[in-house]
């Protein structure tokens, strides 16, 4: 049996960024232990926020035409209360070409498919009302290939000249250039030729994508400008897309640059200007120091997304998975053994020893780019349940991607919109989803004419299935979402699940992995059966602690895949 314990103290720490991070040391009673005293901070709103992920697309349809809107956000706000979550983040709902809107065309104007900026502001409204903030998707990285802006910069129109990076010629093979989250030589991938201005240009995920000229003082500005008219509207942060690749320094330095970390401590302390209390987070898609680097020395970005915790959830619970990051800098699991939890203490080690705070990450499973964490598990909601556990159990703000606390799944890997399906509501038509016969997945006219039709075969197998929908499964007091709902109780109102409490690690040489937090006297415990087989918990001390979720455990045996979940009385 081993043992990794991190101290209250130890965990407080690094909320101040004042002090060196505490280390771990090797105990001859195989525990390993780390101590530092800090001052007590007031926490901003975000420390105790539980976040949700919407594609706005794919949630609720309030119109019968196929695409979800805010209508349909707005009518399901309570469905999101009974949840329990306390903060929404929606992918982008700006005017753009594409389905999934991160090429927009329109700074200051809502999708037409969700609904009119009215409709927005009343959902704002809707959600402030019973407590919940909202954050957008914000891209400042790139803007549509049909934006005005890039049109006229074409013609080389003042003042959009410059708005955008042109060169005359192709760099040469070898010179390094391609895409910045591979090691490919390969120029043509980031420079695109307009025949209009007979120029190549910058375009890091894309000819239709056009990268700012974030140098240009006038694009400053009007960045600036965009997030104010959005916080105007009551709109409490914004999710930063590809923050990574905000400025490049030539073909060696095309992430992570110095310029790029000065711009964003610039754009926080301008959105903090307009509004203090406004949440920054940023998708810097890479390992814990790389993504620490937009802390800026508490100038920079309020949270980070911690990329690594959900590949090392998902390595424990499917040995073979391989982890591999698109946009990242990590390393694969490496057929990871299913009961060494050790991964989880690297991960959390990782990020005591990185140059930002412990609550500046944000732990999650999945998101719209990487395939559903229900899919990886095979549809084996027992793992599922697990996978939720661990990320609960894990310091820092928690995110969920919508249909996660049904295992929502999808329907093939190859295409994103397999990640982006439909909100699975009811056994109904369309799942519920829509009142349309068919949902936009169909509409061939967002993917092209060569895409595959995937939709009806994957709707009448979740269909069968029978219980992979939220009115079953709130009907079950076993359910997928009845556990996420219990463990969003808990992180709300158990301290010790806050940043400040503990994090005591055991495991077992049966396969049960014990997670204990702790923080002056509130206790919770975690205890994972990772092993297909039931094993004995006679041996866990669980003194003073009461069953929260004991559905798993038969006479002290837990099921395979089981889950225990224990507190004791605040």
Not at 176 to 193: I, L, M, R, T
Not at 309 to 338: C, H, R, W
Not at 467 to 472: A, G, L, Q, T
């Amino acid at each position: 049996m081993k043992t990794f314990t991190l101290s209250a103290l130890a965990l407080a720490i690094m909320l101040t960024g004042c002090q060196s991070a505490p280390s771990l040391n090797n105990n001859t009673n195989n525990t390993e232990t780390s101590q530092l005293n800090t001052k007590q901070q007031a926490s901003p709103w975000w420390e105790s926020a539980i976040f949700y992920q919407i594609w706005p697309r794919s949630f609720y349809d309030s119109d019968a035409d196929g695409h979800g809107d805010f209508n349909g956000m707005t009518q399901k706000l309570p469905y999101l209360q009974e949840l329990g979550v306390n903060a929404l983040w929606l992918t982008p709902m700006f005017e753009a070409p594409s389905y999934h809107g991160y090429d927009f065309t329109e700074f200051y104007q809502v999708e037409n498919d969700y609904g009119s900026m009215a409709e927005f502001e009343a959902f704002i409204k809707a959600a402030d009302d019973k407590g919940m903030k909202v954050i957008l998707d914000l891209v400042i990285n790139h803007i549509s290939s049909n934006h005005e802006w890039f049109q006229r910069s074409a013609k080389q129109e003042a003042p959009y000249a410059d708005y955008f990076i042109w060169r005359d010629d192709m760099p040469k093979a070898g010179s390094g250039w391609g895409h910045a989250w591979s090691n490919n030589d390969q120029p043509d991938a980031v420079w695109h030729w307009n025949e209009t201005r007979q120029q190549y240009y910058y375009g890091a995920f894309g000819a239709s994508q056009p990268d700012l000229n974030l140098r240009h003082p006038d694009v400053v500005a009007e960045m600036e400008k965009m997030a104010k008219f959005w916080l105007d509207k009551g709109v409490a942060g914004f999710r930063l897309d590809a923050v990574r690749f905000a400025m490049e320094g030539g073909a060696d330095a095309q992430a992570d640059t110095d310029e790029t970390i000065a711009y964003w401590q610039h754009f926080n302390q301008y959105v903090k200007s307009v509004d203090p209390e406004a949440y920054l987070v940023g998708e810097a898609w890479a390992d814990i120091p790389v993504a620490a680097k937009y802390f800026g020395e508490g100038k920079g970005l309020d949270q980070g997304f911690d990329f690594e915790v959900g590949y090392k959830i998902l390595g424990l619970l499917k040995p073979d998975a391989s982890g591999e990051a698109q946009f990242g800098t990590m390393q694969s699991n490496q057929k990871i053994n299913a009961v060494d939890a050790n991964v989880l203490k690297q991960n959390l080690q990782q990020r005591i020893d990185s140059n930002a705070p412990l609550d500046f990450f944000a732990p999650f499973l999945t998101n719209h780019d990487q395939e559903r964490i229900a899919y990886q598990l095979a549809e084996h909601d027992d793992k599922a349940k697990l996978a939720a556990a661990m990320l609960f159990s894990s310091p820092g703000t928690p995110y969920i991607y919508y249909g996660e606390e049904i295992g929502l799944t999808q329907g093939g890997t190859g295409h994103d919109v397999y990640k982006r399906a439909p909100m699975q509501w009811d056994n109904s038509n369309q799942a519920g989803f829509t009142k349309a016969k068919t949902s936009w997945v169909e509409q061939s006219e967002l993917f092209g004419k060569d895409f595959t039709s995937w939709w009806p075969e994957f709707l009448a197998e979740q269909l069968s299935a029978g219980d992979r929908n939220v009115k079953v499964q709130q009907a079950q007091s076993d359910s997928l979402w009845r556990l996420y709902q219990h463990l969003i109780v808990l992180k709300k109102q158990r301290p010790e699940l806050g940043i400040k409490g503990s994090y005591e690690l055991t495991q077992h040489d049966n396969g049960l992995v014990e997670i204990t937090r702790e923080l002056n006297g509130s206790k919770s415990m975690f205890i994972l059966n990772l092993t297909a087989n039931p094993q004995s918990i006679s041996g866990i001390k669980r003194q003073g602690l009461t069953p929260s979720w004991q559905h798993d455990l038969n006479d002290e045996q837990l099921a395979a895949y089981g889950l225990l979940l224990l507190n004791n009385t605040l």
